[in-house]
Structures are given as structure tokens and as C-alpha cells.
């Protein structure tokens, strides 16, 4: 985690976390790299679940929460895990790499769909089903069907907008 967090501060780009912050960015530690940064990190890091496990735990630090579904390796995330994880989301940021990264690549990634749009509506992870849904049919993969219609027309404008472009 260490060798982690000294990548984390050796790209650090205070230009990027002042604007992430000014836009309301809800994690209080960030380091302020971008994308490419990230997966050149996840590149030469360790992919292993405790890591992974011990990163997602870190809700306070934006370059953790994002990693962390970089590096878990797909054959052992648990359908149960993930469906936490999709509840554990603070940002479209941060839904958007889990369900690239990492959820879309699972076996179960189909029934986690069903599951995070049929719970009782709690906001990121309704937005992370759709997501995940988004990532499932740009890939061809096996999704279930769901009446987008409730979403479109959703007081959540990030739910409201991801809806309308599916």
C-alpha cells in the first residue's frame, strides 16, 4: 500500500485536485492524477485482493477508490462483494471504472444489473446498475432487459442523463 500511495504522490497534479475539488468532488484526500496515470500505477502493481480490498476501503482517497477495481482480480470478486461495492460508489467517476474495469468482465455481471436496478432506489447505485448496464451492451454481452422509461424521467439528473443516452 506504501509503494501505492508514493506513485499516488510522486504524479500528484495539484491543477486537477483543485478543480476536482471546486466541482465538488466528495473524497477529501486527491492527488489529482488523471486516468492514464491510474492504469499506468494498476500496471505495475500487485493485482491482488487484499490490495484491491484494502484501497476500497481507503473511501477517503479519490486515486484508492479508483484503483482499487483495477487491480481485484475479476476471477475472485464474489457476486456479493460486488453488489457492495456498487452501494459503496460516491461518484459517477468512480461507478464508471468499477463497471468498466472490473464489473463487466464477471460471470454474474448480467443478474448484478437486475439486482442494483431492483433494489429500492438509492441513487449511485441505481446509476452504477445502468451503467453496468451501458458496459454489458457495448460489448454484446448477455443484459437484461429493463424498461429504461422510469430512469429517464428520474429526479436524479446523472441517473436522468445516463438513461436518455442508452
Same mark, same amino acid.
Not at 500511495?5 to 489529482?32: Q, V
Not at 491510474?38 to 476500497?56: G, K, M, N, Q, Y
Given at each position: 500500500?506504501?509503494?501505492?500511495?508514493?506513485?499516488?504522490?510522486?504524479?500528484?497534479?495539484?491543477?486537477?485536485?483543485?478543480?476536482?475539488?471546486?466541482?465538488?468532488?466528495?473524497?477529501?484526500?486527491?492527488?489529482?492524477?488523471?486516468?492514464?496515470?491510474?492504469?499506468?500505477?494498476?500496471?505495475?502493481?500487485?493485482?491482488?485482493?487484499?490490495?484491491?480490498?484494502?484501497?476500497?476501503?481507503?473511501?477517503?482517497?479519490?486515486?484508492?477508490?479508483?484503483?482499487?477495481?483495477?487491480?481485484?482480480?475479476?476471477?475472485?470478486?464474489?457476486?456479493?462483494?460486488?453488489?457492495?461495492?456498487?452501494?459503496?460508489? +460516491?461518484? !459517477?467517476?468512480? *461507478? #464508471?471504472?468499477?463497471?468498466?474495469? /472490473?464489473?463487466?468482465?464477471?460471470?454474474?455481471?448480467? &443478474?448484478? %444489473?437486475?439486482?442494483?436496478?431492483?433494489?429500492?432506489?438509492?441513487?449511485?447505485?441505481?446509476?452504477?446498475?445502468?451503467?453496468?448496464?451501458?458496459? +454489458?451492451? !457495448?460489448?454484446? *454481452? #448477455?443484459?437484461?432487459?429493463?424498461? /429504461?422509461?422510469?430512469?429517464?424521467?428520474?429526479?436524479? &439528473?446523472? %441517473?436522468?442523463?445516463?438513461?436518455?443516452?442508452?
Amino acid at each position: 500500500m506504501q509503494i501505492v500511495k508514493r506513485h499516488f504522490f510522486a504524479m500528484r497534479n495539484g491543477i486537477i485536485a483543485d478543480t476536482l475539488r471546486r466541482a465538488g468532488s466528495p473524497y477529501h484526500i486527491i492527488f489529482g492524477l488523471n486516468l492514464p496515470q491510474l492504469v499506468e500505477i494498476a500496471a505495475v502493481t500487485p493485482h491482488s485482493v487484499e490490495l484491491s480490498d484494502a484501497l476500497h476501503a481507503n473511501s477517503s482517497t479519490r486515486c484508492s477508490r479508483l484503483m482499487a477495481p483495477m487491480i481485484h482480480p475479476a476471477v475472485a470478486m464474489t457476486e456479493e462483494k460486488a453488489l457492495q461495492w456498487m452501494s459503496d460508489v +460516491l461518484c !459517477a467517476e468512480e *461507478a #464508471d471504472i468499477l463497471c468498466h474495469r /472490473l464489473l463487466r468482465k464477471l460471470p454474474f455481471a448480467s &443478474p448484478l %444489473v437486475s439486482k442494483a436496478l431492483g433494489e429500492n432506489y438509492s441513487g449511485w447505485l441505481t446509476y452504477t446498475g445502468l451503467r453496468l448496464l451501458a458496459n +454489458l451492451r !457495448a460489448i454484446g *454481452a #448477455d443484459a437484461p432487459e429493463i424498461d /429504461l422509461e422510469p430512469y429517464r424521467n428520474s429526479s436524479d &439528473p446523472a %441517473v436522468a442523463a445516463l438513461a436518455n443516452m442508452m
